[in-house]
């Protein structure tokens, strides 16, 4: 099927959406969160299902029970018709659990499909609907490896190494 330059740079910036949303959920950067979504958009995790104003403030209180998070995005499936589009984005998300009541240091990784309704709305594409979908999900034992070698340690805010340009 032959696409036109308009529905490539379409698929282009709804593939960066979801990127951005990656690293605003594991830079726990709020701000670019919002940006990810139409301010009436929804969300339906199966766990929560809400606007945009319940989702960040679950966000902000789930996300602090994790020492990191790691979100990578792989196939993504993208269909434009006009100002609408479906999209469906394979993720592994790896969640690293701190030693609590419920084990030893662990990670939570799921394998899930993030499916879309994305609008562009004043040519700014932008996630109108978005369903989670769980296809697998496993908790892993983290193995003590001693000290941490010398190299850049991560942030899960905006002063990680990744802001500075």
Not at 72 to 101: I, K, M
């Amino acid at each position: 099927m032959k696409k036109t330059i308009d529905e490539v740079v379409a698929e282009a910036a709804i593939r960066s959406v979801q990127i951005s949303y990656c690293r605003a959920i594991d830079r726990m950067d709020f701000d670019l969160l919002r940006t990810c979504f139409h301010p009436d958009a929804t969300a339906d995790y199966g766990f929560f299902s809400g606007g945009m104003d319940e989702f960040i403030a679950m966000a902000k209180t789930s996300l602090k029970s994790f020492t990191t998070t790691t979100h990578f995005t792989g196939n993504q499936l993208v269909e434009v018709n006009g100002d609408s589009a479906w999209a469906e984005h394979y993720t592994v998300a790896t969640h690293r659990c701190p030693a609590d009541e419920n084990g030893p240091v662990r990670d939570f990784v799921t394998i899930i499909r993030y499916a879309d309704r994305m609008e562009r709305r004043e040519g700014d594409w932008r996630i109108a609907k978005r369903v989670l979908i769980l296809d697998s999900w496993r908790m892993d034992p983290v193995a003590e490896l001693g000290s941490a070698p010398k190299v850049q340690p991560g942030r899960r805010d905006r002063g990680d190494p990744s802001y500075l340009r």
